[in-house]
């Protein structure tokens, strides 16, 4: 998966053509001639018009994405792999019942009766941002999360001391807080399901809950932690907190004495933190380079311990369609994307991205991963699961890409980056065409820039 | 599918195949599962297949897990797609795998991008395939003895550009590490060439004589 881009600066033109740089077959490299001769009998010739006469459909037709070149040069990587012999092991999920009259712990019947889809007919992908907003102050640090996005369609993004609203539906931005100088600035921001409690977690260990309706603080929870909140999970009543001091504590914001469970395991800050779709299982990810995974019902020893990153993990997503599955993103050094079945522990796959990977979402509509990069391209990547092809690239930032947050339609994901800019991205589908209309289409015009502040 | 040729051998097409292909899997993983019991012997039915009285469960759980793996195992053998099929038998109470069959499967390109057909008498098909049923039956003799409560799982191995279904999940290969491995014959219609295999955890009370 070759997209390690971290040499040169032409690196944008090698990327947009890549194909007239891979077609070069490999067995001429040795022969160092300044001008090149084929070596006909080490071509492949079937794979070599395929490629050309593809590339050539590709662009005549209107309704492609841009970067199938990409894409092109990915799936040829992936069938010269395949003659390695690199096959998919499956399972089916529904397993049968253990003998002797006592269950099994069944996997969601659900899905049982579902058929496999047809191939639907692939979207337009949207190369650009919708909309962009700035964010001064928005400073440069990887293991703080500062960008949320609630149910109630209200962005929330802390730029140093102060908690900014956005409501997406009218546009239109209001400061909801600011904190003291010695409370320090806001090191984490998350909604809770509802869409308008909000905590705010401070660099004094502080984590204030906020009424975003009426703009009111409800509380300050003390004394869990004793350094930074840098990472937040809500889960119903129960408000996750994970610190720089390694600890992850359960929070009940109902009672007097709020904390209710502290899992310890983390030697280091605790960056990455969520719960499950089903709210059983919390993941948390560190500066340690490990990912636990928490059980709820059990006490404070962890289900799982994966330590297969080698670099600070902050980007956790659990994935919304398949039960079990957790997509994890390690950083500078180890640039992966990792795929684990959280009912055994077992790492499914494991593919190079080539940059830092600071966030995951996971698409709610298709099989897809969007996953959000630094150094050298600051992109978002599109991945199709679980072919891992990289179904777009998208570029505009000019610095890493810190934050990301997804519209309660799905259809939206929102980057916020350290070049102070915060940008829409119509990455999931259009607005319009969400089965679940709960947002309008926002009538400004596009590519409008306004003033958060 | 099969028709009746002047000489011996039948027309066998890609569907055809795959249809043989997917039955016979249904059928050996029974057999295992009554050999090995797996199930206990009263959760199984006769019935006649092959020219041989074979076993097939009643267990309502098993049979829609069998017959969801069938028509998924056809749909990939169509499509050219399946490499192997493994049914693995673990402990249940610690997880640890103990049995592995592992079918192997060589499909002719050939016949999937042309949509030819091949020709081979369906005795000698049937014939092939009785002994590899009759070597599942005897494997009992050698293999060990599953003392505790086991449950079984099946996997696929697919290549990587195939569509994963719903239902289907991305699994670990379940391996045992040092297998004892037995090679069992295998049949060929011509277009699905299936091999089968058992590897199986030595038995330390064995290795003790």
Known sequence: ?453 | MASKTAAAKDIITLHGSAAIVSEFFCYAANSILYNRAVYPEESFVKVKKYGLPMLLIEDESVKSFMSNLTSQISEWLEAGKLQRVVLVIMSKATGEVLERWNFRIETDDEVVEKGVSREKCDKEIMREIQAIMRQVASSVTYLPCLDETCVFDVLAYTDTDVAVPFTWVESDPKLIANPQMVKLHGFDTKIHKVDTLVSYKNDEWDEEE
């Open chain 1, 1 to 453: 998966m070759d997209s390690g881009m971290n040499t040169s600066s032409h690196l944008k033109a090698q990327a947009r053509c890549p194909l007239q740089r891979s077609y070069l077959p490999k067995k001429t490299s040795k022969e160092n001639w300044d001008r090149f001769i084929p070596n006909r009998s080490a071509m492949d010739f079937d794979y070599a018009h395929y490629a050309l006469t593809e590339g050539r459909n590709e662009k005549d037709q209107a309704t492609k994405v841009s970067t199938s070149p990409s894409r092109e040069a990915y799936r040829k990587q992936l069938a010269e792999t395949m003659n390695l012999n690199r096959s998919r092991i499956l399972a089916f999920r529904n397993k049968p019942q253990a003998p002797v009259g006592s269950l099994h712990k069944l996997h969601s019947v659900s899905w049982l009766d579902q058929q496999p889809k047809p191939l639907k007919p692939r979207r337009y992908i949207p190369q650009t941002w919708e909309r962009m907003l700035d964010v001064p102050d928005i400073g440069d640090n990887f293991y703080l999360n500062l960008l949320d996005w609630g149910s109630a369609n209200v962005l929330a993004i802390a730029l140093d001391h102060t908690v900014y609203l956005w409501d997406a539906s009218t546009g239109s931005a209001s400061e909801l807080m600011s904190v003291d100088e010695e409370k320090g600035p806001v090191t984490s921001i998350n909604w809770a399901l509802d869409g308008c409690n909000l905590a705010v977690g401070l660099d004094n260990s502080e984590v204030q809950i906020w009424d975003c309706v009426t703009k009111r603080k409800l509380r300050t929870l003390k004394g869990g932690h004793q350094e930074r909140v840098g990472s937040l999970a809500w889960n119903s009543h129960i408000l996750t907190t994970g610190g720089m001091d390694g600890k992850v504590i359960n929070n009940d914001v109902r009672a007097r004495s709020h904390v209710v469970q502290s899992y310890r395991g983390h030697t280091l800050e605790v960056c990455g933190l969520k719960w499950s779709g089903s709210g059983q299982y919390l993941a948390s990810g560190g500066n340690d380079n490990v990912v636990h995974v928490w059980d709820r019902s059990s006490s404070t020893q962890w289900l799982h311990r994966l330590e297969e990153h080698t670099s600070a993990v902050k980007a956790l997503a659990w994935c919304p369609f398949q039960t079990n599955l957790l997509a994890t993103g390690g950083g500078d050094g180890d640039r992966m994307i990792k795929f684990w079945n959280t009912s055994t522990g077992a790492c499914l796959n494991s593919v190079e991205t080539g940059s830092q990977v600071c966030s995951l979402i996971w698409s709610k509509n298709e099989r897809e991963l969007l996953s959000s990069h630094g150094f050298t391209e600051n992109q978002l990547t599109l991945w199709k699961y679980p072919s891992m092809v990289k179904m777009a690239e998208l570029t505009g930032h000019t610095s890493r890409v810190l934050y990301m947050a997804q519209s309660p339609d799905g259809c939206t994901v929102a980057s916020a980056a350290a070049d102070e800019t915060l940008r829409f991205w119509n990455v999931f589908g259009v607005p319009d065409k969400a089965k679940k209309a709960a947002v309008k289409a926002v009538p400004v015009p596009f590519s409008n820039v306004t003033r958060i502040r």
